[in-house]
């Protein structure tokens, strides 16, 4: 036996220093970890074998059959066990041709993206007069009058934050624009694109839709685009508008979650899960959104594969199928892993670029709070502070709520990430080596840490009631 691994064989046989605590020498193989994982990791070449070899992976399309096979091809030959693709029944949209333009007062055309799921226009277009709401509470005041027979257009701009708060608070014009507008009798609805950038590439995302009211086509304008339209409102002549959008709503699909795992020891049924979303949408390499990502949690658990002694507790890595269009992969892993929720440990989302980390907060039981404080602890050498135990833990992670499984946030800087987000710009070029090697430190002593630790964090707390 190596002095290394008889070194590790004493750091998970020693007992904790007391109840819920890290033992010193997890604590201390949990930083040499982190330290060698900070130097330099493997996470950009796998990002960019994601982005470029595969390339965009929209759900049901060929992109998305690829990345389920480049998924279980590179969970396999990294040495994972128990690699499996779990089958998914994934929606099949197809994009289509997208056109708009100013007819009057001048003409010009506009730089549009149509929303995930929208309906189309029909081959004739939909020519009507432009109103403008600069939110959906805007839109709310505004009567019906003003809008019935109009195309709306929904204005509300988006705050650069470095926490991605912005985004929440104007996404809802993108996903519920649609609804509002045609419960007051709208043909169309565009919306500024819910990103911080000025480039003219509009930004795509799903649209929704309600039962009883009517469906009408809705699309995004690129930044500039929004701000001629804001500019040609505020003048006296009235402003029409010609939208043309050709998308199709084809058969479901089959896609796949595709998992792996680092198998533990003594209570390997107990699992610390680290996901990211396969798929992407279909106008970019999808490198941000989410190949940093998955290079994140593949690169932390082949480094937890290398180690000579199990963790404690079981890895697994799940890579999720079609989180940008109605979660389906979630929904999927939640259902067929109901039995086992119950000693899912504690779960962790990587699914905001290549960024740095700079905060790890917790959704956990109130009792492992001193526990995951420890956890915390050891990223604060990569400049990662603690936050509080309110985290939401991911998207994916939605359809876990019910079985209250814990979470952990470990939050990258989105200060530059919503300037590409859902664009054509989402492309490999904008990986940073550094920013993914730091991730990965950050992601690894967690779940080492977390594999490792005698604390349980469950149940998590229960989850507020979600917003309609």
Avoid at 100 to 111: D, F, G, K, R, S
């Amino acid at each position: 036996m190596s002095r290394r691994a008889a070194v590790l064989m004493s750091i998970l046989a020693a007992a904790p220093s007391a109840a819920g605590e890290l033992a010193p020498t997890v604590r201390a193989e949990a930083e040499r970890l982190r330290d060698a994982a900070a130097s330099g990791t493997g996470a950009l070449a796998l990002a960019r074998s994601l982005a470029l070899e595969v390339g965009p992976r929209l759900a049901g399309s060929a992109g998305d059959r690829r990345a389920v096979e480049w998924g279980l091809r590179t969970l396999r030959s990294l040495g994972f066990a128990n690699v499996r693709a779990e089958p998914v029944v994934v929606p099949h949209w197809d994009r289509g041709e997208a056109a708009a333009e100013i007819l009057v007062p001048h003409p010009q055309p506009l730089v549009i993206a149509a929303l995930g799921g929208s309906v189309p226009t029909g081959e004739r277009a939909v020519e009507a007069p432009v109103v403008q709401a600069n939110s959906l509470d805007g839109l709310a005041e505004l009567p019906s009058a003003a809008v019935a027979g109009r195309i709306v257009f929904l204005n509300g701009r988006m705050e650069r934050t470095r926490d991605g708060t912005g985004y929440g608070r104007t996404v809802e014009q993108r996903t519920r624009g649609a609804i509002e507008a045609a419960k007051k009798g709208a043909v169309a609805v565009l919306i500024r694109s819910v990103g911080t950038d000025q480039n003219r590439l509009p930004h795509t995302g799903t649209v929704r839709y309600e039962e009883g009211v009517t469906r009408i086509p809705a699309a995004a304008l690129a930044a500039p685009d929004a701000d001629l339209l804001e500019e040609r409102l505020r003048g006296a002549a009235p402003v029409r508008l010609r939208l043309r959008l050709t998308p199709r709503q084809l058969p479901d699909a089959q896609s796949a979650n595709v998992v792996g795992e680092v198998p533990g020891g003594e209570r390997r049924e107990e699992i610390v899960l680290l996901g990211c979303h396969l798929d992407s949408w279909d106008l970019g390499h999808g490198a941000l959104d989410d190949a940093a990502g998955c290079a994140i949690v593949i690169e932390a658990g082949r480094r937890l594969l290398a180690l000579p002694r199990p963790s404690r507790r079981t890895v697994r890595i799940v890579l999720f199928a079609n989180e940008e269009f109605g979660l389906s992969g979630a929904r999927a892993y939640a259902a067929a892993h109901a039995a086992e929720l119950p000693r899912h440990m504690i779960a962790a989302e990587a699914d905001l670029g290549t960024d740095r980390v700079w905060q790890i907060s917790s959704r956990v039981a109130p009792a492992a709070l001193p526990a995951f404080a420890e956890i915390a602890a050891l990223l604060a050498p990569l400049g990662v502070s603690a936050g509080d135990n309110q985290a939401n833990g991911g998207a994916d992670f939605v359809p876990l709520r019910p079985a209250r499984v814990p979470v952990a946030g470990l939050q990258h800087d989105a200060s530059r990430y919503f300037d590409y987000h859902h664009t054509a710009n989402d492309t490999a070029d904008k990986l940073d080596a550094a920013g993914l090697d730091q991730s990965v430190a950050a992601y690894l002593a967690f779940a080492f840490a977390a594999a490792n630790t005698t604390a349980d964090f469950r149940p998590a707390p229960e989850w507020p009631p979600a917003t309609p």
